[in-house]
């Protein structure tokens, strides 16, 4: 018999074939031209614009959506890959409610922004659906630059060295390169493939050499690329994952958010990944929504998210909560995980409540447990394998002005640096401009 | 409740709002669906001698519009009707004969000869219509013929075809006029000094709406080809006021009645034109976009409008706004205003910066978190702010109050008035005495 959501244990093949297409198809469908035409038309042309000073990036979004409203949506994307050659991704998954949409002044006036992301959709849509790459090289340098990592970061750095005439080798440890964005992001928010599609458009730029399977501290040494380039830029991103450091946390089907996310990234049939009935995520970030979320997708009957602290310091914004709380997903906050059961494979998790102590959080001797066959932990991202010289700043790699780490001719940028969000669009910024840094440097 | 009935040069009608000559009004089917919507009354779609003209087989309309695609300007390259006269008259008569209460005006155009006039004037004297509309209005196509503004265009013309109207019946004659012109004036006066009991205005105003940029074809294309047509909707209003206004207040027309027409689209809009000297509204862009069903918007919101106002009647209404029409030289140079924005409603757009920076007296500053003033000592109050805010009522002009010093000029506001033509820098002043 077909398994359903009440089958118990990790099992596959929870959903008819039909429900996996629906839940994994696009979260927010692109819009049409007509509905492109009627959202640009709400957007006023602010002056020195809110929404510009909140993107990451500073995409001149009044001027993108006076080119979709005017007929031009190829000159829209232009605007946009100007400043994001990511765009197309980033406006899938740019948390915009948190960014260029909090800050348009709609929201202010009525609370529903221009839906800029969405309009960035269709322009960068429009543009690659049509096979058009609008960047050409310029003239060989001679200049060889090593970018290590093919994620948000690197790819926006290889891409503006390319363009400038830069020789480029791009080293991915992963089998495909797009970091985060091929293995790190919720299925439903980049429907059809889209992360390799995007690398394959960015890269008919030319002047640019993929090297995969290929990382640091493995393949590679920072000494080797030093000598064999011109300069190197790293954005290795944060491979390993914190431990939560629990009793119970090696028991069978308690294992790390990033892993199921990729796994199902990777899963060439829905149908086929496992998911428990009764599942629990630890965590309150964009990590724990993914998993959570697609975990109820796959069709677990119960998917609880327990955080540690209170609702408004969970990292997942407002919208992200809310859309776990639509697909059917319970939050709980204020509460860790002090055991995890089980006897081979998991059973339940034990939970202890929580309060904010001037000495950090303190846990209280109230506790619960919920039944799991399932634990994902997303409680954070390290940095791993980090090559030896490079000054530390917390965590993560020190680096002044445009990504300089303390290295001569090596920059940082994306997630492993420090400063800024770990978010995609960051990750382009801080590759982009290393990437202008790295060029003013070379042709000094 | 204010009372909406409508006496237009004896025509007497249940509210003020008329149907235009136009395709609304050109067939029974259409009018009576208008009368059973409320609307007061319809001028009928001009009609002309037989043989019926012909139109073209291609699109009538070309358009403009604002964001939303909200329909501002249209235009029209449709002639007068394309039914024969016996049709028409028939259906007028059975129309009229079942909506007594309604004005059922039509509008007329024929060949400039008396003899053309005296044919058809019966026949529409016979279906019971209460008056007739002259068509020396429309700019395109019938006007190549001698006809329409061809006529509207030459005062003599106007004079003499409306004297052989009143000569040769016993129905109310009202002057539709072309904006088309230098001087609204001219042509009001010869329909007057004509005997026409009335004047409406504007007919359309000539035009080309768009260009297709692939066939480099004016629009409304016709096989790869454009004519100019008759403009009209929304983006028309401001003019069809001032002309109505320029006739109202004119010694020489005074008190000619008018039939105001040109963008009316909501009951606001009809108060204007009241204000501003009309006696009634034709509508005809504002149902072609939306239906008959807006009359009801229109009745209401004039009703209530003219209860909190204490207007009793549509006549207490008409003219009300003229005596404050006047000419630039005597508007009082020492009215000073300055603009004020209300932080509560600003949602930090800027534009009022932009366009004051960029294009105006950089009047208005900028704080480093969007915070929008008016710096008095640069503001003009030229009311740009105003006008490109995206709120209404967050930006406002207030007058300074008497013995408050202007920042700007350094002088002390007077509540004396002062104008131009007292003015000392005006070479052909008049001193006070």
């Keep these: ?444 | 409740m204010a009372d909406l009935s409508s006496n237009f040069v004896g025509i007497k009608s249940p509210n003020p709002f008329w149907l235009a000559s136009a395709p609304p009004t050109d067939k029974e089917y259409n009018v009576r669906r208008a009368f059973d919507a409320g609307w007061g009354g319809v001028v009928w779609k001009t009609l002309g001698e037989d043989p019926h003209v012909v139109n073209v087989n291609g699109p009538r309309y070309g358009a403009i519009w604002g964001a939303d695609r909200r329909l501002l300007g249209l235009n029209n390259i449709e002639l007068i009707t394309d039914r024969p006269l016996e049709v028409n008259l028939r259906e007028i008569k059975a129309v009229k004969r079942d909506y007594p209460d309604r004005a059922m005006i039509v509008s007329l155009m024929v060949p400039c000869e008396e003899q053309a006039w005296k044919r058809i004037l019966p026949l529409v004297e016979e279906t019971g219509a209460d008056g007739i509309e002259l068509n020396f209005g429309c700019p395109h196509g019938m006007s190549e013929r001698g006809m329409g503004a061809a006529v509207g265009q030459v005062p003599e013309y106007i004079e003499m075809v409306a004297r052989w109207c009143k000569a040769n019946t016993r129905m109310p004659v009202i002057v539709k006029l072309t904006p088309n012109i230098t001087d609204v004036r001219y042509p009001a006066r010869a329909a007057k000094a004509g005997g026409a009991d009335a004047v409406s205005l504007i007919n359309t105003i000539s035009s080309i709406t768009s260009v297709n940029l692939d066939s480099m074809s004016p629009e409304p294309s016709i096989d790869g080809k454009g004519s100019h047509g008759g403009y009209c909707g929304p983006a028309v209003k401001p003019i069809a006021l001032n002309m109505v206004a320029e006739i109202a207040r004119d010694p020489e027309t005074a008190g000619l009645p008018i039939s105001g027409i040109g963008g009316v689209t909501t009951w606001r809009d009809a108060a204007e034109f009241l204000a501003l000297g009309a006696g009634n509204v034709q509508v005809c862009t504002a149902v072609m976009t939306y239906g008959f069903k807006i009359v009801e918007e229109m009745k209401s919101g004039l009703s209530q409008w003219m209860d909190e106002k204490g207007y009793s009647s549509v006549a207490e209404v008409t003219g009300r706004a003229v005596p404050n029409v006047t000419d630039w030289q005597y508007l009082n140079l020492n009215y000073v205003a300055k603009a004020e924005i209300n932080q509560d409603d600003c949602i930090q757009c800027g534009r009022c910066y932009a366009a004051c920076e960029d294009t105006s007296h950089q009047a208005i500053a900028m704080s480093e978190d969007r915070v929008f003033s008016v710096i008095d000592e640069e503001c003009v109050a030229c009311n740009l702010c105003v006008n490109v805010c995206p709120v209404e009522g967050c930006i406002t002009m207030v007058p300074m109050a008497t013995g408050q010093t202007d920042p700007r000029t350094g002088k002390v506001v007077s509540d004396t008035y002062a104008n131009w033509t007292t003015h000392p820098n005006n070479p052909a002043a008049t001193a006070a005495e």
């Excluded at chain 1, 995409?59 to 232009?78: E, K, N, S, V």
């Design chain 1, 1 to 444: 018999m077909a398994n359903s959501h009440l089958t118990p244990g990790v099992v596959a093949g929870r959903l008819k074939p039909r429900d996996y297409h629906d839940n994994f198809s696009d979260k927010e469908p692109p819009l049409d031209a007509h509905e492109a035409a009627v959202a640009a038309d709400r957007c006023y042309f602010c002056h020195d614009a809110p929404c510009m000073t909140a993107c990451p990036t500073s995409i001149d979004i009044p001027l993108f959506i006076r080119q979709i409203q005017t007929g031009t949506p190829q000159a829209a994307a232009h605007t946009i890959f100007d400043q994001n050659i990511l765009g197309g991704m980033c406006a899938r998954v740019c948390p915009t409610e948190q960014l260029c949409e909090e800050a348009c002044v709609r929201e202010i006036a009525e609370g529903k922004p221009v839906e800029i992301g969405r309009l960035q959709r269709f322009a960068t849509d429009t543009v690659m659906a049509a096979g058009i790459h609008p960047y050409t090289r310029a003239a060989p340098t001679g200049k060889s630059v090593a970018v290590v990592g093919a994620g948000p970061a690197g790819l926006a750095c290889a891409h503006r060295l390319a363009m400038y005439g830069h020789d480029v080798t791009l080293f991915d440890a992963n089998e495909k390169p797009g970091g985060l964005n091929e293995y790190g992001i919720a299925t439903y928010k980049t429907a059809g493939d889209f992360a390799q599609q995007e690398v394959d458009w960015l890269m008919s730029i030319g002047g640019i050499t993929l090297k995969t399977g290929t990382a640091i501290g493995r393949e590679l040494s920072l000494q080797a690329l030093r000598a064999d380039h011109d300069a190197v830029f790293l954005a290795v991103g944060l491979a390993g994952v914190n431990a939560l450091r629990t009793e119970g946390e090696d028991i069978s089907h308690v294992q790390d958010a990033v892993d199921f996310i990729s796994g199902l990234r990777q899963a060439g049939e829905f149908s086929a990944v496992p998911v428990g009935r009764d599942v629990v995520v630890i965590g309150g970030g964009m990590t724990a929504v993914d998993a959570a979320v697609q975990s109820k997708l796959l069709g677990a009957e119960h998917v609880t998210m327990v955080y540690r602290r209170g609702r408004d310091r969970m990292s997942a914004s407002e919208h992200e909560q809310d859309h776990a709380a639509s697909k059917g997903v319970r939050i709980i906050t204020e509460a860790a995980p002090v055991r995890i059961i089980g006897d081979g494979a998991v059973t339940a998790v034990e939970f202890a409540y929580t309060h904010e102590t001037d000495d950090g959080l303190s846990l209280s001797d109230e506790t619960f447990r919920l039944k799991a066959d399932q634990v994902f932990k997303a409680i954070g991202q390290t940095l791993d394998g980090l090559p030896d010289g490079l000054t530390l700043s917390g965590r993560k790699i020190a680096v002044t002005g445009a990504g300089r780490t303390n290295l001569d001719g090596v920059w940082a940028g994306g997630d492993c640096a420090a400063g800024g969000d770990d978010l995609t669009v960051t990750a382009v910024a801080e590759g982009r401009d290393a990437a202008e840094d790295i060029h003013s440097q070379l042709m000094a």
